[in-house]
């Protein structure tokens, strides 16, 4: 226990030796990269398993299954048009 500022300061600096390049990073290449993840990967997935949930809803006879559809709907035309609406918002503030 007495020792284990000197363990965090030791994991901290072999870190910063191993490591160099992450000092060199840039916030704005990490949050386009963030984006690009989000926009082609994520949205995409989520929209479909929200499609396949609403559907399955839809076939065991729920209650909500109208409102699962429409807003699984609603979740595909964002997660397949994110692209696009990044791109007009990114025209309207540039």
């Known amino acids: 226990m007495k ?3 000197y363990v965090v300061l030791l ?3 072999a870190a910063a030796v191993v490591l160099p390049q992450l000092g060199y990073c840039s916030v704005e290449s990490s ?3 963030v984006q690009s993840k989000l926009v082609t990967t994520i949205l995409p997935l989520a929209a479909i398993l929200g499609l396949v949930f609403a559907g399955l809803s839809f076939v065991a006879g ?5 409102n699962h559809l429409i807003l699984a709907i609603i979740g595909a035309v964002v997660g ?3 692209q696009s609406l990044v791109a007009f ?3 309207l503030v540039n």
Request: glycine share 10%; proline share 0%.
């Open 3 to 5: 020792y284990s500022k």
């Open 11 to 13: 994991i901290f600096i």
């Open 31 to 33: 949050l386009a990269a």
């Open 89 to 91: 918002i990114r025209g």
């Open 62 to 66: 729920s209650a909500n299954a109208r």
């Open 80 to 82: 397949f048009g994110a």
